[in-house]
């Protein structure tokens, strides 16, 4: 190989580059309909995969937060999506017992098990003076939820197994809730009404998102027996956290709490559980089911916005070869091959394509910025999604051009010379 060769091919890209770019100026109509089509596609991809990598990270990091041997005990638990129109045959979780204290008490005796969290969640109306939040996220817990779901208390204290039992009307709140609550002033100490109900703010809680999910909204737990007596909240969905001994594996706790439920409620050795178990992998891969559809919708979408692009890319090359028939012929008469000559056009349909994809990656960007900075999603873009982007408009670009720079290359030179 000839050492000048590698110059000879990035000459001809930088050639073909350039072309290109004054192509986009000169048909500035034809090329918005490549630019913006790519552009479309792209800004999906990248928006997306950056929504979903920070979901995925989030719940990771509430998964790991919980500690990595906690599991769960569930009425139901569903994989992926799932579609009820609300009868018996798909809504399946109806044929499924509600969990109760009882059964949440009795796993807790379970030898290989250290400590049990029952939990229960809804919305309601939070208060204090003059200050009314709606929707408030408000959970009912057991007094073991910090060694159970992890966190820390901040300020103040967490309640007591005996303000559990009693019902007290005590709450621990985050930071989010403390701020709209007592702005500038300490929040232990202070009452506020849940529900209408008085409730006296007895703890600060530090690390929200490891028992709520999202440190970014306005939340507070109370005891359990609290929230039974005074929360609007939808019945027989109750979750009971289970954290297995230092000695014991995750399985070994599962397999001792499975065995004590299926004794408690009398199923024969041959019957199905009529309660899930869940652990941080199914979590994961529940996840993961619901995220393929979004994934599968994000490459149709994006895919719409490529062809519109390289149905752009199509019509703006034949024009140039249209334009540039006798530069063809002469290049042609000078000993240009037929590959130099693809070659060429295909990297002015390529350029066309990139320059849609780096205005997507912006947009892109910027949709991602936006989530992250405006909702709890904490979306970054990952670099597979800019490699996919940048190799998808890249390929578009050289699949819609292969048939102008075939039809450049097959021109004869002396009728291109001839070309008026």
Not at 187 to 208: D, Q, T, Y
Not at 217 to 227: K, M
Not at 245 to 269: N, W, Y
Not at 286 to 308: E, P, Q, R
Request: with cysteine; aromatic share 6%.
């Amino acid at each position: 190989m000839s050492p000048t060769r590698p110059t000879t091919i990035a000459t001809r890209m930088l050639e073909g580059v350039v072309i290109a770019l004054d192509s986009l100026r000169a048909n500035k109509v034809r090329a918005a309909l490549t630019v913006l089509g790519v552009a479309i596609g792209v800004t999906v991809v990248i928006a997306m995969a950056s929504a979903i990598t920070g979901i995925n990270q989030s719940i990771t990091q509430i998964l790991e937060s919980a500690g990595p041997k906690t599991f769960f005990v569930q009425r139901y638990f569903q994989e992926g999506v799932q579609i009820s129109d609300g009868s018996d045959e798909l809504s399946p979780w109806r044929r499924m017992p509600w969990l109760t204290t009882d059964e949440a008490e009795m796993i807790r005796r379970v030898p290989q098990v250290r400590g049990v969290n029952v939990g229960e969640y809804t919305r309601g109306p939070v208060g204090f003076e003059s200050v009314d939040l709606k929707g408030v996220a408000i959970a009912g817990m057991s007094a073991s939820w910090i060694l159970v779901n992890g966190g820390t208390i901040l300020t103040g204290r967490n309640f007591t197994p005996v303000e559990e039992a009693a019902g007290a009307r005590v709450a621990i709140i985050n930071d989010k809730l403390a701020e709209s609550l007592f702005p500038g002033r300490d929040a232990v100490g202070k009452k506020i009404k849940i529900f209408g109900v008085p409730f006296e703010v007895i703890g600060l809680h530090a690390e929200a998102a490891s028992l709520f999910s999202n440190a970014n909204e306005p939340r507070l737990a109370i005891p359990h027996t609290s929230f039974v007596k005074i929360a609007d909240y939808e019945k027989g969905w109750m979750e009971i956290a289970v954290i297995p001994t230092e000695s014991a594996t995750t399985i070994q706790a599962q397999d001792q709490v499975v065995a004590a439920l299926r004794i408690k409620r009398g199923l024969r050795p041959s019957a199905p559980n009529n309660f899930a178990i869940v652990t941080q992998d199914r979590v994961l891969e529940a996840f993961n089911k619901i995220t393929a559809g979004f994934f599968i919708a994000m490459i149709g979408l994006s895919s719409v916005g490529l062809m519109v692009g390289g149905v752009g890319v199509v019509a703006i090359m034949m024009i140039s070869v249209t334009e540039r028939t006798r530069e063809i012929g002469v290049r042609k008469a000078l000993g240009a091959t037929r590959g130099e000559i693809m070659f060429q056009f295909l990297v002015e349909a390529a350029t066309l394509t990139l320059v849609g994809c780096v205005i997507g990656m912006g947009l892109g960007a910027g949709v991602a910025w936006g989530v992250r900075s405006f909702s709890p999603i904490p979306a970054s873009i990952p670099m597979i999604a800019v490699v996919a982007a940048l190799s998808a408009s890249i390929l578009t670009g050289v699949l819609f051009g292969l048939y102008p720079a075939s039809k450049a290359s097959r021109l004869d030179p002396v009728e291109a010379l001839r070309y008026e």
